[in-house]
């Protein structure tokens, strides 16, 4: 078989082709060759085809190459099914015959080295490391990578590297070695290539990126970087971002924000302007900013921008406000903090109110006044200090500000003054809302202090506020205050602008006497004429006083209040004759007669009254110009007047009263007038004619047609016209006045008058009459009045004496009806005397409960039966005469004797009716019979049941039935029967047809205890429900089995069991008990009977028995399982294992339970699948426990709170088996959980398997307890790789609990632990404490320190241990400075053991000064080309000439020179070689220009044999080695500058190098600073050795 691998769904022209591979042969092994393939799997994951073959096998291949690179058998059945496994990148498949389910999937981990090591297939495990970035290949890798650089493949290494699994080769070494490698003409820089590479591949590390920014940046390429930012290609860091904001801020503003720099990322956003992001950086990245540092830089660059950076931090809370004021303030930016102020005080809060009236202060003072005015204007601030304010603002000429904020009259007062000194300053509207602000009082006291300074200039700005405020102030003290300055003219503007509206009478008073004074009479005038408020009285005293010269003010006060007599007076003596004329004839004509009266009283001339009056004519009122003139008796002196009015048709009432008053006076026929006369008032002339003549006043009233009734019955009454009267009461047929004059009083002489008028009706009025509703009305009167005498009197007068009236039918029933309620004793003559009245009608008065005439009531329907013309007619009157007898009078004897006389069937059934209430219950079933009546058979059947009077009630049944078909004469019929033991007949009776209700009467007869005839009734209608009870209670239970079996019901079946069990026919029971336990409903029902008989066991028997019934249901079982944990517990068990799935597990559950049958419930929770409850239930109760059981159960329970329980109760009981607990709990707990309870209940050595178990988890509580364990058992090996594989828990707090152990081994562990935590100082003394110098070496070095590294040297220096010196210098090479390790093995005898160190240090810093003159060589220039190479040999021989180096000529470089003499290699050929006389001068080196001239080195200053000195030794040692650093790192551009002298200088950094060495030293020598810092400040300071350039 071969393996085929192509690509399909791509066209075979596509650009790359179709990936296809030649068929590869797949390896079969030699025990299978005829298997073959049955499944084959890709995983997507890896690129890697799973095969499986029918025997088993499992071969893995590579896609890409088709080579096999696994084969197994991995199974010995077929695999018939297999899928993808996703998660993994593996497979499943599921075997035949087993189902075993298997799971394949590659180890990432060893692939490669598998591939490599065991396929030695090096390309292969290049290729899957490289695609799947996977580990294993490194070697290969380095390998390959040296192999092609060594053979110049650039582009190949640049491959390999950006391949490398797990970037193994991207590190700066590899950077390094691509940039050291020469570029080839017309390509790129190789690391160019390197570079570009990776970018293709993807992302770059932040080491590469910041590698690939810096040459870019050199050329000025910055769209290069952009778009690798945009296309996020490189890492972003901080030190990406500070060579990118060198040439373009936007760009690293995008690098500090991706790289989270947020100081530097602020800074780029406060150059760009970006004010408003900045608050929300910060606050979104958590950074802390110096707001206030960056706001005073910014004010003085950009001081607008800084009041938008401003803003935004007040806006978000981020700076003090109060600290911007001072930052803008000192500044002196005043409109920056103005615009900043109105936006951070907009919310007006009560605790800015420091700054508001900074902000006020700023502007005021500031020169700024009109934004203060428009901040006050606008109401902005209300917490300022205002009183402050108001000053500032006085004194900035804002008076009307000033007034604002005042509270102080007098301040007030003041700034008052100083605004309306000065009208153009003036603001009116002002003025008058202001004074709204002040109280009354103080109002006051101002407009006085106008008034009092410029009473004419301020006139006007008073009285308008007065006129506003009127209200507030009150009139009263405004006008007090007018008139105290005598001001009537402002008084007069001030109530004018009110008086139109104010209801006070004192303005208005005061304004017409002001208006007055003034001569205003139009006014004066208007408000009399119109106000309605003012005092009538006071401003008509005021103008009769004041004499107007025109007094029509006056006549309008007191004609519209009614003066009129004073008014008159007033005109009349003051001889204005013309203005009363005037008045009332256009003002007040209907006001003439109290003028007329006036001036009669006057004695005035009648000849000017009636000219008067002609003039006022029809104006004129009649009756109040009658009345005052009547009241002054010259009544004639109209007379002329009113006739003539009268002759022009005037219909006036009042006209004609009056003329109709003077004919009665003067007797000119006044009957005629008052008959004939239309238009007079009866009323007036009635009242006026009662005194001088009654009958006149009669006749007056009566001509009113009703209206004058009363003063027509009072005037005839008291004149003892009752003749007139009666006549006038029949007539008028008034209902009304008849019950006034007949109703009756307490005086006598009411009662006189009302005799004397009933005998003038009787005698008089009525005979006189012919009109017989004149008589009813009349009758009706006196029925009315309650005069049931009178009445009787009248219409005995009328009836029975002979008149048109007398066969009246109304009156005769009237007549009968008066005395049946006044005189019962002459009824029954007036029944007998007259025959036309209603006689029925009367008779029902008359025996009404009322009256109570029953003797009369029957006479009347006697006697009009006997005249009945119609038979129906008699025979209803004679029922209603019986029912008279029997109903009313009690007189069944005469009642039975009326009924035999008449003889009428409806007599009869009256007279039962009433014999069978009163309960003569026989007699009236006696009398029904006669009347052969059957309609009320309820009542007589209830009757007969109350009376239990069945025997004769039997016959009339029997008759009833022959009239009546009703079910229930039947019924009853049958219940009677069987009341009086009549079984035979009540057999025959419903053997025939009937229509009884024979079921209700036997359930009545059963629920009485006849059971014989209930019995009897239920087997004819086949009840056999009724019937088996029946047999029951007749205590045959055979019988009663064989009927309920024909019924067939439930209950029927109970209450034949339940009889049956009483009584111990247990048989029997068992037949019924059958058929009720098929019914879930009554089994517990059924239980409940025979517990409570004492019989559990029968029933027991009964349930088992059941059992195997059809209709068997699960009540039975689970019954049966109860009553077998009451009765007999030990066959429970096996009850519920046969029968567990048919039963009600929660029931029997709970009687298990109630009868501490633990183990039987255990097994029917965990068979009910409630695995919590079972599992709580054997923690509960130990002795249902079985650990295979609890396993089982608790792996299924769903509250995670049982795991713990049960961990806890494992502890408690079963502590042995608790490790394996916790193995089957292990993937659903939550172990720290465990490890805290296990803790607590301090158990924790017996759950240490399970901990090393989880402990790949690394979880911090499991990691910790571990360590505990290890701890307690002084298992150190263990605890050690405990902490270098599982790292999370509390590491410092281990540290410091084993750091004082017994054990070296456990403070070994607590120093390493401090080393991993970079607490190397803490790590390093535990070391030495414990001698372990080795530990305490490998700990500095890792720390990186140099000065621990620097502290140990002297540490091995004070112990004299040398090898552990010479182990530092070799272990810690790269942190200790060279001058120490000198030094030190210098000052200890140290130097053979040093030396390892200063050659490797010196090899070390030749590499890198070659490295530095190769990457800094300048192009050749042949000018320079001597200067150079004489550079470059100054400097080799300052190298290699360096005492510090230990390369010197006199032998080891520690080794000081002659007394007082310098070293030749201490003077370099820079500076012009040794002094002459010296060996080792450069010949052919000329002097410099400002180099130190020729000779011997001038003495230093300092203490006589310095040099021999060792100090002075060491800082001539410092000096040299500086300055060959110098030499170096100086570049050659500036060697070669021909502005600059050929002499190096040393550089300012070099310099505090020295200086910090020279201090360093001194201080370690104990030798006084100030020899050693004057000779190196004067080699430094020397011009020999500076520049103007440094």
């Given at each position: ?7 399909v769904?791509r066209d075979?022209d596509?650009?790359?082709?179709v990936?296809?591979l030649?068929?590869v042969?797949?390896?079969v ?26 025997m088993g096998?499992?071969y ?16 010995t ?6 899928c993808p496994q ?11 015959r087993?189902?075993?389910?298997l799971q394949?999937?590659v180890?990432?981990q060893?692939l ?6 065991t396929?030695?297939?090096n390309a ?7 695609r799947?970035n ?5 070697d ?11 053979v110049?493949?650039v582009?190949?290494?640049a491959k ?8 193994l080769?991207?590190t ?5 070695r691509f940039?050291a ?6 390509q790129p ?8 590479m990776l970018?293709e591949k993807?992302?770059?590390?932040q080491?590469?990126s910041i590698e690939l ?8 390429r910055?769209q290069?970087l952009e ?5 996020d290609?490189?890492e972003?860091s901080?030190?990406?971002g500070?060579?990118?904001?060198q ?6 503003l995008s690098?500090y924000?991706?790289a989270?720099?947020?100081e530097?990322?602020?800074?780029c956003?406060?150059q ?6 900045i608050?929300a950086?910060?606050t979104?990245v958590?950074?802390?900013c ?10 003085r660059q ?5 009041l ?10 981020l700076?003090?406000p109060?600290?911007v ?5 000192g500044?002196n930016?005043?409109?920056?903090t103005?615009?900043?102020l109105?936006?951070a ?10 700054l ?6 700023i502007?005021?003072?500031?020169g700024?006044p ?14 300022y200090d ?6 500032l ?11 604002e904020?005042y ?5 007030i007062?003041?700034s008052l003054l100083?605004?309306c ?6 603001n009116p509207?002002f003025v008058?809302?202001?004074f709204?602000?002040l109280?009354?009082?103080?109002s ?6 106008l008034l ?9 700005i ?7 405020y009127?209200?507030?102030?009150g009139?009263q ?12 003219e ?5 109530l004018?602008?009110?008086v ?5 009478p004192?303005v208005?008073f005061?304004?017409?006497e ?6 205003q009479f139009?006014?004066?005038e208007?408000?009399c004429?119109?106000?309605?408020v003012y005092?009538?009285?006071q401003?008509k005293?005021?103008l ?9 003010p006056?006549?309008h006060?007191?004609?519209r ?8 007076a007033?005109?009349?003596?003051n001889?204005?004759l013309?203005?009363i004329?005037v008045?009332c004839?256009?003002v007040?004509p209907q006001k003439?007669?109290a003028?007329?009266?006036?001036l009669l009283?006057?004695d ?6 009636r000219t ?5 004519g029809h104006?004129?009122?009649?009756e ?10 010259r ?9 003539a009015r009268i002759?022009?048709?005037?219909q006036e009432v009042?006209?004609?009263n ?8 003067l007797?000119?026929d006044p009957?005629?007038?008052l008959t004939?006369?239309?238009y ?5 002339l009635g009242k006026y004619?009662e ?10 009233y ?5 209206e004058?009734?009363?003063d027509l ?7 003892g016209?009752?003749?007139d ?10 209902l009304?006045l ?6 009756p ?9 009302r005799?004397a008028?009933?005998d ?13 509703d004149?008589?009813?009305t009349?009758v009706?009167?006196f029925m ?6 009178e009445?009787i009197?009248?219409l005995?007068r009328?009836v029975?004496q002979g008149?048109d009236?007398s066969e009246n ?9 008066t005395?049946i309620k006044a005189d019962?004793?002459?009824?029954m003559?007036?029944i007998n005397?007259?025959?036309?009245f209603d ?10 409960d009322q009256?109570q005439?029953?003797e009369?009531?029957f006479?009347i ?5 006997k ?10 009157l004679?029922v209603?005469?019986v ?5 009313m ?6 009642a039975?004797?009326f009924?035999?006389?008449v003889?009428?069937s ?5 007279l ?8 003569t219950v026989g007699e ?8 052969n009546?059957a309609?009320?058979?309820?009542e007589v059947?209830d ?10 009630l ?17 019924t009853?019929?049958i219940y ?10 009540l057999e025959?009776f419903?053997?025939?047809?009937n ?6 009467i036997g359930e009545?007869?059963?629920d009485e205890?006849m ?11 086949n009840n056999n429900?009724?019937?088996a ?10 019988e009663a089995?064989?009927a309920?079996?024909?019924?067939n019901?439930v ?6 069991n339940k009889a049956?069990?009483k009584?111990g026919?247990?048989r029997?029971?068992?037949i019924?008990g ?5 019914h879930?409903d009554?089994l517990?029902?059924l239980?409940?009977l025979?517990?409570r008989?004492?019989q559990?066991?029968e029933?027991i028997?009964?349930?088992e028995?059941g059992?195997?019934l ?6 039975i079982?689970t019954e049966?399982g109860v009553?077998y944990s009451?009765y007999?517990?030990e ?9 567990w799935s048919?039963m009600?597990?929660?029931?029997l559950?709970r009687?298990?339970?109630?009868a ?11 068979e009910d699948?409630?695995y ?7 923690i509960?109760h130990s002795?249902a ?11 299924k329970v769903?509250?995670?709170?049982v ?6 109760f ?7 088996l608790?490790?394996?607990l916790?193995?089957?709990?292990t ?6 959980r465990?490890?805290?309870?296990v803790?607590?209940?301090e ?15 690394n ?6 307890a571990?360590?505990e ?5 002084e298992d150190?090996?263990?605890l050690r790789s ?15 609990k084993i750091e004082?152990?017994?054990l070296?081994e456990?403070r070994?562990?607590?120093a ?5 935590n970079?607490r190397?100082q803490?790590?390093?003394a535990?070391?030495?404490a414990d001698?372990?110098?080795k ?10 320190d140099?000065?621990?590294?620097e502290?140990?040297l002297r ?6 241990d040398k090898e552990c010196?010479c182990a530092t210098?070799?272990t810690?090479?790269?942190q200790i400075?060279p ?11 140290y130097?053979?053991f040093?030396m ?5 240090y010196?090899r ?8 530095l003159?190769?990457r800094?060589a300048p ?5 320079n080309?001597?200067?150079q190479?004489?550079?470059?040999a100054a400097?080799?021989g ?5 005492p510090?180096?230990g390369l ?5 470089a520690?080794l000081?020179p ?6 030749e290699?201490a003077y ?6 040794p002094p002459?006389?010296?060996?080792g ?7 410099q220009p ?11 200053p300092?203490?006589p044999?310095?040099y021999?000195h060792d100090d002075?030794?060491?800082l001539q ?12 790192v100086v570049?050659?551009t500036?060697l070669?500058s021909?502005?600059?002298p050929?002499l190096l200088?040393?550089t300012a950094s ?8 020279r ?7 104990g030798?006084a600073?100030s020899?050693?810092?004057?000779a190196?400040?004067?080699c430094?300071?020397s011009p020999?050795l500076a520049?103007p350039?440094?």
């Open positions: 078989a071969k393996l085929f691998v192509m690509e769904g075979k596509a650009p790359g082709g990936f296809r030649a068929p042969p797949i390896p092994p030699a025990d299978a060759p005829n298997d073959f393939p049955v499944s084959m799997v890709p995983s997507a994951k890896h690129d890697i085809l799973y095969m499986i073959t029918k096998y499992l893995l291949f590579d896609v890409f190459s088709g080579k096999a690179l696994y084969r197994a058998r991995i199974t059945d077929t695999v018939f099914v297999t996703t998660s993994t990148g593996g497979m499943l498949g599921i075997t035949a087993k189902g075993q389910l394949v999937s180890n990432e060893t490669v080295p598998y591939v490599v090591s396929l030695r297939d292969l495990g290049i290729a899957l490391a490289s799947l996977l580990p294993g290949a490194d290969l890798y380095v390998a390959e990578f040296q192999r092609q650089l060594q110049g493949d582009a190949g290494a390999t590297a950006a391949d490398s699994p797990q970037g080769l991207r700066a070494e590899t950077i390094q940039q490698i020469p570029g080839q003409p017309g820089q190789p690391v160019f290539q390197y570079f570009h970018l993807g992302k770059l590390n080491l590469e920014a810096k040459p870019v940046l050199q050329q000025g910055t290069f778009k690798w930012l945009t296309e290609k490189l972003c901080e030190q990406l500070d060579l990118v904001m040439a373009d801020v936007n760009m690293a690098v924000l991706r989270n720099v947020p530097k990322a602020i800074n956003m406060l760009r302007g970006e004010f408003d992001k608050a950086y910060a979104k958590g950074y802390r110096d707001y206030s540092f960056m706001l005073s830089s910014l004010v950009n001081p607008q921008g800084a938008e950076f401003a803003k935004q931090l007040a806006a978000g809370s700076i003090d109060n600290q004021v001072e930052i803008f303030m500044a930016r005043i409109q920056e103005t615009a900043f109105l936006e005080l907009k919310g007006n809060k009560p605790e800015e109110g420091y508001q009236t900074k902000l006020l202060e502007n005021l003072r500031g700024s009109q934004v203060a005015d428009a901040i006050l204007q606008n109401a902005m601030f209300t917490h205002r009183q402050y304010v108001a000053k603002c006085e004194a900035a000429g804002l008076a009307q500000r000033a007034l904020h509270t102080d009259v007098d301040d007062k003041r100083a605004m000194a000065s009208p153009q300053g003036v509207e008058l809302s202001y709204g602000s109280s009354p009082e103080a006051l006291e101002c407009l006085k202090e009092a300074r410029n009473m004419r200039g301020n006139m006007q008073v009285t308008q506020v007065a006129a506003k009127n209200e507030q102030i009139a003290p405004l006008i007090d205050l007018f008139e105290g300055f005598k001001c009537y402002g008084l007069f503007y001030y004018g602008q009110i139109n509206f104010s209801q006070d004192l208005h005061k304004y017409i002001a208006a007055a004074k003034c001569q139009k006014e004066v208007r408000v004429r119109d106000s309605t005092d009538a009285v401003v005293d005021f009769m006083d004041a004499k107007l010269p025109d007094p029509r006056l006549i006060v007191c004609d209040h009614d003066f009129v007599d004073e008014m008159t007033y005109l009349y003596s001889g204005l013309k203005y004329e008045y004839n256009k007040s003439t007669p003028v007329v009266g006036k009283d006057l005035c001339n009648e000849d000017f009254v008067l009056l002609n003039a006022v104006a004129c009122p009649v109040e110009l009658v009345e005052q003139v009547e009241h002054r008796n009544l004639r002196l109209l007379q002329p007047w009113l006739e002759a022009t048709g005037n009042g006209t004609h009056a003329i109709g008053k003077i004919y009665v006076t007797n000119r009957v005629s007038f004939n006369d239309q007079y008032d009866p009323k007036v004619c005194k001088l003549d009654p009958s006149l006043a009669f006749l007056a009566k001509r009113a047609n009703g004058c009734d009363e019955i009072r005037v005839t009454t008291e004149n016209l009752f003749k009267q009666a006549r006038y009461l029949v007539e008028k047929q008034d009304e008849w019950a006034t004059v007949l109703r009083s307490d005086d006598p002489t009411d009662d006189s008058n005799r008028l009933i003038q009706v009787v005698q008089t009025a009525l005979p006189e009459t012919k009109d017989p004149h008589v009813s009349t009706k009167a009315a009045a309650d005069l049931p005498s009445l009197e009248l005995e009328i029975l008149s009236f039918k109304n009156l005769q029933n009237l007549l009968i009806l005395a019962k004793d002459r009824v003559e007036y005397r007259l025959d036309n006689g029925p009608e009367i008779a029902k008065i008359a025996v009404s009256y005439l029953y009369e009531g006479v329907y006697t006697k009009f039966a005249r009945a013309e119609q038979p129906a007619e008699t025979t209803e004679n209603m005469a029912g008279v007898l029997v109903d009078l009690r007189s069944m004897e005469r039975a004797e009924a035999e006389r003889n009428e409806q007599v009869w059934s009256r039962a009716k009433a014999q069978l209430s009163e309960g009236a079933i006696a009398s029904y019979i006669k009347a009546d309609e009320n058979y309820r059947i009757a007969a049941e109350r009376e239990d009077s069945y025997e004769s039997v016959p009339y049944l029997t008759m009833a039935r022959k009239n009546v078909k009703e079910p229930t004469l039947d009853m019929l009677s029967y069987a009341k009086a033991d009549k079984l035979g007949d025959e419903i053997a025939a047809p229509v009884g209700s024979i079921q209700s009545r007869c059963f205890g059971f014989a005839a209930a019995k009897l009734l239920f087997a004819s209608i429900a009724k019937l009870l029946c047999y029951i209670n007749l205590e045959q239970y055979r089995v064989d309920a079996q024909k019924a019901s209950s029927t079946w109970k209450e034949v049956c069990v009584v026919e247990f029997l029971a068992r019924a059958l058929q009720i336990i098929v879930p009554h517990e029902e239980t409940l025979y517990e008989e004492g559990p066991m029933l028997q009964l349930m028995q059992l195997g059809d209709a068997a249901h699960s009540g079982f049966l009553l009451k007999l517990p066959k429970l068990m096996e009850h519920i294992k046969i029968f048919r009600n597990t929660p029931k559950m009687a298990c339970e109630k501490l049958l633990w183990d039987e419930a255990v097994f029917l929770l965990k699948e409630q919590d409850t079972a599992v709580k239930t054997m509960a002795t426990f079985q650990h295979d059981l609890f396993l089982d159960c608790v792996q769903r509250n995670a709170e795991y713990y329980k049960s961990i806890t494992y502890v408690e009981q079963q502590p042995l608790l490790v394996r916790l193995q089957v709990l993937p659903n707990v939550d172990h720290s465990v490890v805290h309870l803790r607590k209940l158990n924790l050595p017996l759950v240490l398997p399970y901990l090393k178990s989880i402990q790949k988890e979880l911090t509580a499991v990691n910790e571990v360590n364990l290890y701890i307690e058992d150190y090996d263990q405990s902490i270098d594989d599982f790292d999370n828990f509390d590491q410092v707090a281990l540290a410091q004082k152990h017994e070296l456990f070994r562990i607590a390493y632990i401090y080393k991993k970079k190397y803490k790590a390093v535990l070391s030495k001698k372990m110098y530990d305490s070496i490998e700990t500095v070095a890792e720390s990186g140099s000065d621990l590294a502290e140990i540490f091995f220096c004070d112990v004299c010196f210098l070799f810690c090479y790269h400075k001058d120490v390790a000198i030094e030190l093995a210098w000052r200890n005898g130097t053979d040093v390892p160190y200063v050659i490797q010196a070390h810093l030749h590499d890198k000064v070659d490295m003159d190769k800094t192009k050749e220039d042949p000018e080309k001597a200067e190479e004489a550079a470059a400097a080799a300052m190298m290699y000439g360096d510090a180096m010197g000529p006199g032998g080891p520690l000081a002659p007394p007082g003499m310098m070293p290699s370099p050929p820079q500076f012009g070689g002459p006389g010296m060996p001068g450069m010949p052919g080196m000329p002097p400002g180099m130190m001239p020729p000779g011997p080195m001038p003495p230093m300092g203490a044999g310095m021999e002075a030794r060491l040692l410092l000096i040299a080695r500086a300055i060959v650093v110098a030499s170096v570049p050659h500036f070669s021909s502005s600059a050929p200088s040393v070099a310099r505090r190098g020295l200086d910090d060495a201090s360093a030293a001194a201080a370690r020598r030798v600073a020899s050693s810092s004057s190196s400040s004067r430094l300071s020999h520049s350039a440094d």
